[in-house]
């Protein structure tokens, strides 16, 4: 689905291109974006690479069992159905710290891990379950403590001020992250009554 939304995109770029005599420069954006990405993966490998190593240092290092006490309150709230399953646990919280550090692409196994595991105990292995959705959600709105990724990328193309957008991204991942627990909140109890 998403290939044949990026298809329509680029189409309608090119007829808009031609319909307004702007060809040229969408020609011209189609030469340079593969150069512009290649100039973007390589000035985040650094940040990424370093934010991935400390994570794999957190799980190799028992440290995780600290996090997962700080972060325990709030996961046993969201999470009833996982209270006892500690991997399951281990791959949220690895996630949601990935997240908190704006380090989306590092987020990623451990999101998939967490599914993964918790498909194992839900009942309906086609169906997602509470759990399931509830991080989701979270893993979607993913509130930014520290935005390194936009950071980083706002390095790569020479701001003057990478840290202006701190409190713009805080505020509204954080106001995202509060509606879709809220939400999801408000449909489960719709779907039990």
Not at 11 to 36: C, L, M, Q
Not at 95 to 119: D, K, R, V
Request: hydrophobic share 50%.
């Amino acid at each position: 689905m998403l290939d044949k939304i990026w298809y329509f995109i680029i189409i309608i770029s090119v007829i808009y291109g031609v319909a307004t005599g702007n060809i040229e420069n969408v020609t011209k954006a189609f030469s340079t974006s593969g150069e512009d990405t290649v100039k973007i993966c390589i000035s985040l490998l650094g940040t990424m690479c370093f934010w991935m190593g400390m994570m794999e240092i957190i799980t190799k290092s028992k440290l995780i069992d600290k996090v997962n006490s700080l972060f325990s309150p709030i996961i046993n709230i969201l999470f009833k159905d996982l209270k006892h399953n500690k991997e399951v646990i281990n791959a949220i919280i690895l996630n949601l710290s990935a997240n908190f550090l704006g380090l989306g692409n590092a987020a990623t196994p451990f999101g998939i891990e967490a599914m993964h595991q918790m498909n194992k105990v839900n009942d309906k292995k086609d169906t997602l379950n509470d759990d399931m959705i509830m991080f989701l959600i979270l893993n979607t709105t993913c509130f930014q403590l520290l935005p390194t990724s936009i950071f980083a990328y706002r390095m790569s193309y020479g701001s003057t001020n990478v840290g202006i957008v701190f409190i713009p991204i805080l505020l509204s991942t954080l106001f995202t992250t509060i509606s879709g627990i809220i939400i999801a909140k408000i449909f489960k109890r719709y779907n039990k009554c």
